[in-house]
């Protein structure tokens, strides 16, 4: 597994050019439920291509306002992040980086300067996660709570901490 400085982490939002690495993404986080099917490359690829434009259509309709953007580090795609704030809370909405750059930190540091920005402005940071992702482990060492099950959701927060 090749090294990648995470000093050149960079963001940048999701234009129309960028939904199929967006996809590429999602994709890459459905890979494992989806190879469990039974199906053919085609009937996966349809249905998760299907699932992709429905998810997309929800959360551009219902989080006015959200920035979505591609992850980078340097010029290379590697995931993407979908962020909400409001007054109070600051929701991930999605995080996601693509199979062959994972266990590498960058979801961590991202998860980091989240937490950083959130205590910073005071606010929660929250995330919707399934309850059978291995995710959940890292989100509980980097002070996320689980406040409730919402489907086949956990809904986990991490209160900020008081600024001096």
């Known amino acids: 597994m090749e090294k990648m ?3 050149l982490l960079n963001f940048r939002p999701i234009t129309a050019n960028d939904m199929e690495i967006s996809y ?6 459905r890979e494992e439920e989806m190879a469990k ?13 299907m699932q992709f434009n429905i998810q997309h259509k929800q959360y551009t309709e219902h989080y006015q306002g ?5 992850i980078y580090v340097d010029k290379t ?3 993407r992040l979908y962020l909400h704030e409001t007054k109070k809370e600051m929701r991930i909405m999605d995080i996601a980086v693509l199979t062959k750059y994972r266990n590498m930190g960058i979801g961590t540091k991202i998860f980091r300067d989240l937490i950083n920005i959130s205590d910073e402005k005071n606010k929660i940071l929250s995330i919707h996660v399934e309850i059978y992702n291995p995710a ?6 980097l002070g996320f709570e689980m406040s409730e099950l919402r489907g086949m959701y956990y809904f986990m927060e991490r209160k900020p ?4």
Do not use: C, M
């Open 37 to 49: 099917t039974g199906w053919t490359t085609e009937e996966i690829e349809n249905f998760v291509r």
């Open 5 to 7: 400085d995470l000093s």
């Open 161 to 164: 901490k008081k600024q001096d």
């Open 24 to 29: 590429q993404v999602y994709h890459s986080t």
């Open 66 to 70: 959200a920035k979505f953007d591609i």
């Open 136 to 141: 959940i482990k890292l989100y509980e060492r």
């Open 77 to 79: 795609p590697v995931g």
